[in-house]
């Protein structure tokens, strides 16, 4: 693919260029308990808020008892060489940085959300008015950025830090000493969605192929899950303000219309407090 | 549907918001109405079909109206309202890759087309009209296809991301522009004094104008259902959602048999379709139904891929 680059401000995809960092993960699935560290050390490191998640594990359960599997799948942001999200962002906030993380300029970013509708991975969210620490940036778009703070200092992300099994290495993919392209080259690995064109640059190994569908995300959901996304629906401060969840439990004529209403209600509610954000 | 549950089920996810919401689908449908307005504003001065001529200044200024309320609702629902100056054609800031920014660009430019339009037939400064006529109706398709153009470039929303995308949203526009004219027309009706009053044979042969419409999106509407029969990625799940699942309601009921089966009915039916009420109904049946497509064209994949 020659030198496909997205938007003006866009920096080309480094993967495989001389000269040039690319730096990427493996998650080693086979090493990975699901022991949620990488989401704990996250969640702390940055101050995500409640309900929104840099780095998260999805887990599926295969098979009939007493031949029972469960499967677990770190997510996160995958860093693509061709990032959707960057193309369209309509004031450059979402931007390439040379050594491939893509990254987020609070300041720039008006909260329009169309980077999130674009990410086919879900790995964005819209940062709530409520921050544990005031100064910490609201309202705008976040993500994870493969902790560049850290790795510009010599340090590993603080999820591969976190990481009990020693599942996820990140390194410089470019250098074919590093850890990260070692792996690649010795394992079969495999991408989220690679059909959509990004160009992913989170690459696991031994991956159960169902969990990676989101037609098996949706269909498969357990009556746990479903009950616990409606009631995060119901209940989420921020759910209230984008205005947009519909609870499928209630999708008549008049269930639709009460939402729809609900939603445009709280929506007019919450416009008088949001319209002076920007300011502050 | 896929496989059976036997085969395994999720039992851990983060969950995600529709990022995009009612806000949002009201916004589309008011642009919709009002580049469909403008569009019948513009046949009298610009194409030259004399009998349009005297609901030109009329159906200018509702298309003018209804764009007002849109940028009030684009503003308020940005997480940092008062940062859209971030989007006015800074050239440190505007991103010219993203269709929000050409939309901006567009929905700045369309009403100012629009007013001196306005100005214009007002006047009846024929030439004048005819220019800024066709610069404002380009700018009115521009200002819708790019709403389109918006859903269309994120490519894992799978019915939104199709070619067809901004076509059905242009028709979806011109006739629900033109359903809510007709009622607005109507209403009009009971303040002028009778001789500013809007014939019914003027009704009708809107209605008329609408019936091409209807027809031409129910064409699209089958093209794009017959593709996704495919069932490539997840084209089956948005098919169970929109015929039977979640959005049956916007879909099936209100957009396809509300807004466009029974006005078309309606419309083909020879001397119903020169009854005022009965134009006037399915005027108002397609408008409502429009804005049905608006709901589950933005939310029903954000429904879906919440879950992945």
Redesign the interface.
Known sequence: MAGRT?????VPPSKGKKGLKRYAMVVDLRRCTGCNACTAACKTAYDVPL?D?RI?????????FPKTKR?VLP?MCNQCDQP?CV??????ATFKHPDGFVLQRYN???????C???????AR???TEHRRDKRNPR???DKCDFCIVRVTRGLAPICVASCTGGAMVFGDINDPKSEVARMVAANKTFTL?P???NAPQVYYIGLNE??AD?????????E??HD??NT??KN?E??EE?????I?TD???FG?ARQ?LH??IN?IAT?PA??????F | ???T????????????????????S?YFWLVGGSAGSFVVSTLGWVFGVKKYKPIAFFASNTAIVMLMIVPMLLI?????????F??LMLPS?????????WG?TFILTYPIGMLFYSYFVYFKNERMARICGIAAIILALCTHWYTGV?MQ?????LPNHASVAPILFLTGAYISGIGLLNILLWIRNFFVETKKRVRTSILADMGRLMLYGIVFDLFLLGNEFLQMTYGI??E??ILYDVLL??????YL?IEIIWGLVVPLIILAIPRINRSRYWVLAASFMVASGVFGMR?WW??AT???????
């Open positions: 997205y938007g003006y401000n866009g309900g998640w998260w594990v999805m887990e599926a359960e295969t098979g009939e499967h997510r959707t193309r369209n962002c309509p004031t450059k720039r970013c008006i909260g329009c959300r169309t999130m509708v674009a990410c086919p991975y879900n969210h819209l940062l309202n705008v778009a969605r059909e959509q064109g169902p969990i989101p037609e098996f995300a949706f269909h498969h959901r357990s746990q899950l616990r996304y995060f629906k989420s921020l759910g984008l205005a947009g969840n519909i499928d999708t008549g004529f639709i729809g939603n445009m929506f416009a949001k319209f002076f954000r920007g300011l | 549907m896929g496989a549950p036997m085969d395994g089920q999720m039992i851990a996810n983060a969950f995600h918001h529709a990022y995009w919401g009612f806000p949002l009201l308020t629902d940005l997480g940092k309202p008062f940062r859209f971030h989007l800031f505007t991103h010219w890759s993203a269709p929000m920014a901006v918006v470039l994120n490519p894992s929303r990625g997840e089956h799940t699942g979640p959005f049956r309601w916007p009921y709901v933005v939310m954000q429904f879906l891929q919440g879950h992945f």
